[in-house]
Structures are given as C-alpha cells and as structure tokens.
C-alpha cells in the first residue's frame, strides 16, 4: 500500500536554491519513493533568530511505500549526507527536511509529531503547500491548506524565485 506524504525544504547557507533542488533530487532517488508534485522555490524571511541570511524554501508531495519512521530517518540521512550539523533552533543550515504530514495520520511521540505542529503558523510553508495542495485538510484543525494560509496573520516576506 502506498501512501501520501508531504515534505518542506528549506535552506539559507552557501546557495540555497542549489541545496533544496539536490535535497529533491536525493529525495527522488530513494527506494520507494516516488515524488508526484513540487512547489516553485520561495525566498523567505528569516523565522526566531533573525539575523541571518534569508532562506529558500519549497514543498514536495511523494508517494510512498516507507512507514513514517523509515522515511523521517531517509530525511535525516539526507540532511547529513549533505552535512547538515545542527547548532542552534531557527538558525542558520544548509538544509532542513520536515516531514509535514503522512497521510491523515495524528502523531505524537518524542522524536515525531505529525502533522508538523507549526505548520498553521509558518507562511513559509502554507505557500508553497498551497500551490502543491491547497485543497488538503489539516487533519487536526480541519482546514485546508488554502484556509490556513488566507487565515495567517503577520507580514512575513514569501515570495516565489522560481517555477
């Protein structure tokens, strides 16, 4: 059986753009991962830690037959393949994979809660989720990705670089 997850990607050190498409491209070439939608990039206002480079970020949707375990553990293989070290909460990186949701699945364990908990606060997210899947239900808040993201609240800068 396969099922239905959806990944953000985000980075804002030596050439972001550069590191979220090679992320995709390792994305894609894991066994039993099939990407069936992708998001233009985003270039995005630092989030928390604001004195920093400003970041890219986009969306993907796969297709899988990896249970949520196995794929978040592929992601984290992924970020430090393409040596991701992680130092400080919202700093600077050279690459973030966040796995946002598998399927309608609710989870909460110590090493993953899904849906991603920050995801109705973050445009940086809901844009390019919205341009990928603006119809999927939130599946604990009951909205849409195009809902949540109309029902944001700041000025936080989004905006696309490219297709």
Not at 114 to 119: A, Q, T
Not at 137 to 156: A, D, F, V, W, Y
Request: hydrophobic letters at 40%.
């Amino acid at each position: 059986m396969t099922y239905k997850a959806y990944i953000g990607i985000g980075s804002n050190l030596p050439s972001p753009d550069k590191n979220c498409v090679e992320a995709i491209v390792r994305i894609s070439a894991l066994r039993d991962v099939t990407i069936i939608a992708k998001s233009s990039l985003y270039k995005t206002e630092p989030l928390g830690h604001i004195d920093q480079d400003w970041f890219v970020n986009a969306a993907i949707k796969i297709e899988t037959l990896l249970n949520p375990q196995e794929l978040l553990s592929a992601l984290l293989k992924i970020e430090s393949e393409m040596g991701r070290i992680r130092k400080e909460k919202w700093g600077p990186r050279l690459i973030d994979l966040d796995l946002l949701f598998y399927d309608d699945l609710i989870l909460n364990q110590e090493r993953m809660t899904l849906p991603h908990p920050e995801i109705h606060k973050r445009k940086f997210v809901l844009a390019p989720m919205n341009e990928i899947a603006e119809n999927h239900i939130h599946p604990t808040l009951k909205k849409t990705m195009k809902t949540l993201l109309q029902e944001l609240t700041g000025n936080s800068v989004v905006e696309i670089i490219s297709n």
